[in-house]
Each structure stands twice: as C-alpha cells, then as structure tokens.
C-alpha cells in the first residue's frame, strides 16, 4: 500500500528528504509522490528533522535510480535522435544531385525554371536542417557527458559520502598543518587562509553527511545533578538528542542521549565545561555503560 501523503523536500543543495506525516523506523519501505504524481518506492535511513507535526528523513531509492545517471542516458537518446535527423535531412538535400553537378544555369523564361528554382530551395532548405540538428545533436551530447561525469560524483546524497568526505578532510587537515608549518611551500600570501577554508568546509560537510546517513550512538553517562548535564546540553548543542534523565541518588543523576558524534569528539566538548570530571570519567556508548567511574 503507498503512502501517498508521503512527499519530498528539499534539505540542502543536491539532497531531498522524505517529508512523511508519520514517523518511519531507519530501514522501512515507504513511498514518496513526486509533485507530477509519480510514486517511488525509497528506504528510509535517519530522521533529520522534525517541524510543523512532519517527519523529514534521509532516504534511497530501492531501485537504485541515479538522477544523474538517468539525464545522462535521456540526453544520449536526444543526441542520437538529432544527429538521425540530420543524416536524413543531408540525404534529402542530395535530390537532384546529378543534374545539379552538371551546373545547369536556370533558364530565365523557361518551362523548367521553376522546378530548377523549387529543387535548389528544397535542397538548401534541407541543408539547413541537416546543419541545425547537427548543432543540435552536439549540444545534447556536451551535456550527456557533463551528467556522465557528474554521475560519478559523490554528494551528500550518496550514503557513501560519509566515509568520502572524512578522507577528504584527513588529506585537508595534513595540506593546512604542512602550510603552517611549513612542510609545504606557500604559493601565495593567501594558501594558507585558503587551506582552512577548505577544512571548515568539508567539516560541515561532514557534519551533514552524519545527520543524513550516520547510524546514531547511544551513550550514557553520570553526573552531579541537573545543572551539570544543561550545562551539557548547552555546550554540545544540536549535535546530541533524545536526553533521557533518571535520578540514581542525590545528587547524582543517569544520563543517556544520542549522537554522531564520537567519543574523543564528546569527551573534547565535555572538556570546555567546568567540573565536568564525573561525566568525563563514565560516558560510555550503552551498551558498554557501567555507571563506574572509568579513566579517560
């Protein structure tokens, strides 16, 4: 049965999410209606977003449709139409050839000097075709190849852009460290400016690739008191959700949340709030949470 209220939205450039009523557990078949009517059956990864009573999740076609894939393949189809086209326009234009070789002038008051002048226009008409489709044909085909490479591309609509993007940035990470140490050579006054740049962009790259596509870590941890964990809260923002709070004694409480963030990523946020020991020394993914106090 399709979820025909299920529909899509954009989130970023080059990524749609699924925009869904309901709320959809990671690896559910669903369906999503184009806004021409279509339906297309995806699988649902993580929930992004939450606004106006709607779900938005990251998803992939079960089919494995590649856009880009599928407009380069559309544009071949077009190339080979208009270059078909004028091959036959060309071969219509060859009418009359062998008359025409001769350089038979038009005889001015003749009984065939319209016919002559009806097959030189039919000719040139024809030739004009053969030329259009011609510069037709090769436009479709420049564009078919800049899709075929762009189908080769990794975006953040690629689950695979995760383990991408973090390789991108370990070689960003070693460019700018060589820069300012001088390992490297600057070009110019601006590479190493240039160089952080890139680094803080394929970080936030990074950071969307794992709300789209990052299975989210559970962890759990200890602190004294409420005030300790919104300290928490306040620190590491939108990067942590679902808290959940359990008393386990004044003043102590459990703490739990999720995150894709990594551990040494939470224990360097942890590490910017004050008094933060207790919390440092038991945060554990869930499934290896104690509650003891452990050496960081």
Not at 79 to 96: I, L, Q, V
Request: proline share 4%; hydrophobic share 35%.
């Amino acid at each position: 049965m399709s979820d025909s209220a299920n529909t899509y939205a954009k989130y970023c450039p080059n990524v749609w999410v699924a925009k869904c009523p309901e709320k959809h557990e990671r690896g559910e078949i669903i369906y999503l209606t184009t806004k021409y009517g279509k339906e297309n059956e995806v699988t649902v990864f993580n929930l992004v977003f939450q606004k106006d009573g709607f779900f938005y999740y990251s998803f992939v076609r079960t089919d494995g449709f590649n856009y880009a894939e599928h407009r380069a393949a559309r544009l071949m189809g077009y190339a080979s139409t208009a270059e078909a086209k004028s091959d036959k326009a060309w071969e219509a234009s060859n009418e009359g050839k062998e008359f025409l070789s001769l350089g038979e002038p038009i005889k001015i008051g003749h009984h065939s000097e319209r016919r002559h002048r009806a097959l030189i226009e039919r000719n040139r008409t024809r030739m004009d075709k053969a030329m259009a489709e011609k510069k037709k044909a090769e436009e479709y085909q420049h564009r078919a190849d800049f899709w075929a490479r762009k189908a080769k591309d990794i975006t953040l609509a690629n689950p695979e852009s995760l383990d991408y993007y973090e390789h991108l940035l370990e070689k960003a990470k070693a460019r700018h460290e060589g820069l300012k140490n001088g390992t490297i050579e600057r070009s110019h006054s601006y590479s190493l400016t240039y160089a952080k740049k890139e680094v803080n962009e394929i970080e936030k790259k990074i950071k969307t690739a794992r709300l789209l596509w990052a299975i989210p870590i559970e962890y759990k941890f200890r602190a004294e008191g409420a005030p300790d964990i919104e300290s928490f809260q306040k620190a590491i923002g939108k990067e942590a959700f679902d808290f959940k709070i359990e008393p386990i004694g004044l003043p102590d409480v459990e703490a739990s949340f999720k995150s894709y963030m990594t551990l040494p990523q939470i224990i360097e946020v942890m590490e910017c709030i004050p008094d933060s020991h207790v919390m440092m020394e038991t945060i554990l993914p869930a499934e290896e949470y104690t509650g003891e106090r452990i050496l960081v």
